[in-house]
């Protein structure tokens, strides 16, 4: 039976000189608190603070980085638990899907995600031996014991993991109720809301009809028209922030951000009231709304969050049968030059505004993205995302666009999770990537250890606190 161990050193750089600067500049920030701005635990889980319901549907099940490996490999998505959007069969034994993860373990061999799980069952459960077949059972019984005692419910583990603020990414007709709930319970925890609109403006998207009258509904304002349109959002953005809301997000397709005039804007919304827009209209609307989005962000301060160039559900079919964010979005090249200009020429020096540009696409890093932030007083970097959030990744953006846009253009880490128990195991990865990075920087005589120490803290706690503190604060 092989034992489970984690080298303390891990992430670290090789060479036993910059290890040790980077052991000493990752001591100070490996127990800070965790600022997560940017992910999609849900509100309701920690509302109710119920135990959660087995070991599979608590680390499997809802990380489509688990699910998409294993997927890739030929276990059917029904056979790991996910949900269909029928209501079909799926697996419902949590043993069952436990040992079918357990059995593909081998296949995260070199991922972030095994670094994830690995760190989560060592660190955060007591777990000592590998999984595989033979320890499956032996790991479920473990975590189901672990996870039914009260210090394993959500808010003693958000407590325990030492996480300051969870931002969580809600939809634009949500009541926040979870919310509401967090807030009147009494307990200490920080949870807020983030404004996503996407559903919203994007026109051509089936249901967007059905979720505009519901925008009406919770907001009041009548979403018959254009101008009733606007106002309604208007309503919401007050309201979540209202109940906390430091940011908004836009996972559109392009970056483009060419405005409307007017006219042409109400005529592109009336015909999609009417069911008859066509695809150029809706992308025009799309990159109309990502302009108006801007405009409103500067009024009222909430950060906007723009991560384009990604095509969601490449699959059809999957995303048919099982939904949105099951593993099968590509990136696809963005250009954000042109795309942002419109958007940054009107509002990118403007103090009321800030923007945290991420990107999937390596490539633009130096090329588009560093001379933005290096330029734009409005715009900050986010942390490589999504299928970049690996140390090697990490590692790539530091050295891509330090030189230009320097570490204070940047916004902190992300980790962009549904997988609750994983947070402090990604933020781990993203500190100690940047107490390597900057223990080169000391070795080769850029900064001295004081400042590479004094950048690590920045990096993992004052940073990301003012990328997104409120506009004005």
């Known amino acids: 039976m092989r034992p489970l161990t984690l080298d303390d050193d891990r992430l670290l750089p090789t060479e036993p000189g910059v290890r040790a600067l980077a052991r000493e500049v990752y001591g100070h920030v490996r127990d800070l608190p965790i600022i997560s701005m940017h992910g999609h635990v849900e509100a309701q889980v920690l509302a109710e603070d119920e135990p959660f319901d087995d070991p599979a549907r608590m680390l499997v099940v809802p990380d489509h980085y688990v699910t998409r490996m294993l997927v890739s490999q030929g276990t059917r998505p029904e056979d790991l638990g996910v949900p269909r959007t029928d209501g079909g069969p799926v697996e419902q034994d949590g ?94 925890g920080t949870v807020v809301p983030t404004f996503r609109p996407d559903a919203l403006v994007h026109l051509g998207r089936p249901g967007w009809k ?35 809301a430091r940011a908004t997000d836009h996972g559109h397709l392009t970056a483009d951000s060419a405005p409307l005039e007017r006219a ?57 049968r099982f939904g949105s964010d099951k593993g099968f979005d590509i990136p696809i090249a963005v250009d954000f030059v042109h ?46 995302w999504w299928f970049l959030d690996s140390p090697l990744a990490m590692r790539r953006f530091r050295e891509a666009v330090t030189e230009t846009a320097g570490f204070y253009n940047t916004s902190g880490f992300v980790d962009d999770t549904r997988a609750f128990a994983s947070i402090p195991a990604r933020h781990d990865v993203s500190r100690r990537v940047d107490s390597g990075f900057l223990a080169t920087l000391v070795a080769s005589g850029q900064l001295s250890l004081e400042e590479a120490v004094e950048t690590a803290v920045d990096l993992t706690t ?12």
């Not at 009024?299 to 990604?310: E, F, K, N, R, S």
């Open 95 to 188: 043993r069952e899907i436990w040992r079918r993860f357990c059995a593909g373990w081998h296949l995260f061999r070199g991922t972030p995600s095994r670094y994830w799980l690995e760190h989560e069952l060592h660190e955060v459960f007591g777990v000592r031996v590998h999984p595989s077949p033979e320890t499956a059972d032996e790991i479920y019984d473990q975590l189901a014991e672990r996870i039914a005692s009260p210090e394993f419910r959500p808010r003693a583990l958000f407590d325990a993991f030492g996480v300051e603020l969870l931002a969580t990414t809600d939809a634009p007709t949500s009541r926040l109720e979870h919310h509401a709930a967090i807030a009147a319970s009494g307990w200490s």
């Open 210 to 244: 059905r979720d505009v009258e519901e925008l009406a509904e919770v907001s009041g304002e009548d979403t018959g028209d254009y101008a009733g349109f606007l106002a309604a959002l208007r309503q919401r953005r007050a309201h979540f922030a209202a109940m906390g």
């Open 264 to 320: 042409d804007a109400e005529r592109v919304y009336a015909a999609a009231r009417a069911g008859a827009v066509g695809p150029a209209d809706a992308s025009a609307f799309a990159a109309h709304m990502l302009f108006e989005m801007a405009r409103m962000s500067r009024d009222d301060g909430l950060v906007m969050q723009i991560h384009p160039g990604v095509l969601r559900d490449h699959d059809p079919a999957v995303h048919e």
């Open 339 to 384: 795309g942002l200009r419109p958007l940054l020429s009107e509002f990118g020096s403007d103090p009321a505004f800030r923007c945290v540009l991420f990107t999937i696409d390596e490539t633009t890093f130096s090329r588009e993205l560093a001379p933005l932030a290096g330029a734009y007083p409005s715009v900050r970097l986010g942390a490589p």
């Open 462 to 473: 004052t940073v990301p606190r003012t990328a997104y503190a409120p506009r004005g604060a």
